[in-house]
């Protein structure tokens, strides 16, 4: 059986070495390519042909749900199977409709990793029991899951871009470089941040950010008395 050439994207280096290690004895699979960030990975589809692509939501520059349309328009051949750590509905939602033909978290073992890669190879869907399970557990609970109305908020450019920078998982520390400001700096601007948009800690802004579209390219932001 000739083995599914795949390609993984995600920005944390350990969790891609961690895939290598899994299937490195797969007769099913092989790895041909990997990328930090969904701008490097469009790049090297240019030159590389996998079938299937192992996708991360949260990269810098540009995020797994925006990779996946570009791939879908530019790539249609090619086949994406969302790995991620999120179990949210809102993140399944967006990634099945960006194009993603599977949603798998990354504490699948190398059974259901091989098994899902193989599937949506074949042109199936594939959701793992895990995520299925939550999302009937959502549903069964309208009330207490239910997207809130989005809420425009008279944020900074500056502060727009440290919320994405958040959603890539970075520390304050480490958005101070990326920035050029002091750790105190980016500590008030995130405070400042959780008083605009009425959340209360990381999770609730990411959420937040997710379901008003700050994390997308073309989200603009509102003006004073919109």
């Known amino acids: 059986m000739e083995q599914i050439k795949i390609f993984v994207a995600d920005d944390h280096q350990l969790f891609i070495e961690g895939i290598k290690a899994l ?7 092989k790895l ?13 589809l240019k030159n ?5 692509i192992l996708m991360d939501i949260n990269m810098p520059k540009l995020s797994g749900i925006e990779a996946t349309k570009k791939i879908r328009q530019q790539f249609p051949e090619i086949k994406i199977l969302a790995l991620t750590m999120f179990d949210d509905s809102l993140y399944v939602s967006e990634m099945i409709k960006a194009g993603a033909s599977g949603y798998l978290l990354k504490n699948a073992g190398k059974a259901e990793l091989i098994n899902a890669i193989t599937k949506v190879n074949k042109g199936e869907r594939y959701v793992s029991s895990e995520v299925s399970l939550k999302l009937i ?18 944020i900074t450019k500056r502060e727009l871009e440290i919320v994405r920078l958040i959603a890539q998982e970075l520390t304050n520390a480490e958005i101070a470089v990326k920035l050029n400001n002091s750790p105190m700096t980016i500590i008030t601007h995130r405070k400042n941040i959780l008083r605009k948009l009425g959340v209360k800690n ?15 390219d073309d989200y603009v932001i509102a003006k004073r008395g919109e």
Do not use: C, F, W
């Open 202 to 216: 990381t999770a609730g802004l990411i959420k937040y950010a997710m379901e008003s579209g700050m994390l997308r």
């Open 23 to 29: 299937i490195r004895d797969s007769a099913e699979v």
């Open 137 to 154: 557990e959502q549903m069964n609970s309208p009330v207490e899951h239910a997207m809130p109305p989005v809420r425009k908020a008279e």
């Open 32 to 44: 041909i390519g990997e990328a930090e960030n969904g701008e490097d990975l469009l790049n090297q």
């Open 48 to 52: 590389v042909q996998p079938e299937v």
